[in-house]
């Protein structure tokens, strides 16, 4: 059975461009993005790495970690590296998993378990290695998005999916499509109206089992 919304992630150990982690502790009490990539020095990769990169200050204001995954090697990372900042013009400070043996693919259910890297591969050997993962601070799995290769990542899309996250962990409210921060949310179907009122003040009626009202 593969990874699920609400899974503990696994608490792998790996190599990255900045050193070995420990998963659980590299996370701490902080959000956490991983997002995977097929292979080093590829166009849409790059394209992507940078968009995380323009977005620094965003994922810190959310105190959310982000770290990417690509199937190559530490070394060519770091070199890989050059190339994504060079292309953005911003840092590319957050660390990349060597995922040369594909051990963390496989945990998280982005390649079957007989896969493997064969010589003269190319990135559609690992193509399915393009998956975002947003982890909460209980270390578990709140979203998971995969792209085909063909289709590069809407990362603000991923940074709104988790401006969602936070805004309802723990909380019984939900948002409605397209939400962003500062609109009208969800209220939790577990609250009678008069529960709603209790909790929230206002609340706008629009049917019986949808009710909205403003997020603090």
């Known amino acids: 059975m593969g990874l699920r919304i609400n899974d503990i992630v696994p608490n792998f150990i790996a190599e990255t461009d900045q050193g070995q982690i420990t998963f659980h502790d590299w996370i701490g009490d902080s959000w956490a993005i991983l997002f995977s990539h097929p292979k080093d020095h590829t166009p849409v ?23 990417g995954l690509s199937v190559d090697g530490v070394e060519e ?5 050059a190339d994504i900042e060079s292309f953005s013009g911003a840092s590319a400070s957050f660390p990349i998993i060597a ?41 578990k799995v709140q979203l998971i998005m995969t792209y085909p290769m063909s289709v590069g990542r809407n990362f603000a899309e991923v940074l709104r999916a988790l401006d969602g996250l936070q805004a309802t962990f723990g909380q019984p409210i939900a948002t409605p ?12 179907l ?27």
């Not at 790059?46 to 982000?66: H, I, P, S």
């Not at 629009?206 to 997020?215: G, I, Q």
Request: charge should be negative.
């Open 45 to 67: 990769c790059t394209t992507e790495f940078g968009a995380v990169a323009q977005l620094a200050d965003e994922w810190a204001a959310r105190n959310t970690k982000v770290i």
């Open 77 to 81: 990372h770091k070199d890989w590296k």
């Open 99 to 139: 995922d040369e043996n594909l051990a963390v693919s496989k945990q998280f259910d982005m390649l079957p378990a007989d896969a493997y890297l064969p010589d003269g591969r190319t990135a559609a050997d690992s193509a399915s290695v393009r998956s975002v993962f947003i982890i909460s601070p209980d270390k």
């Open 177 to 188: 499509a397209n939400w962003t921060t500062g609109q009208d949310v969800i209220v939790a």
């Open 190 to 216: 577990t609250l009678n109206d008069d529960q709603a009122r209790e909790k929230f003040g206002e609340i706008d009626v629009k049917l019986p089992y949808l009710r909205t009202t403003k997020h603090a």
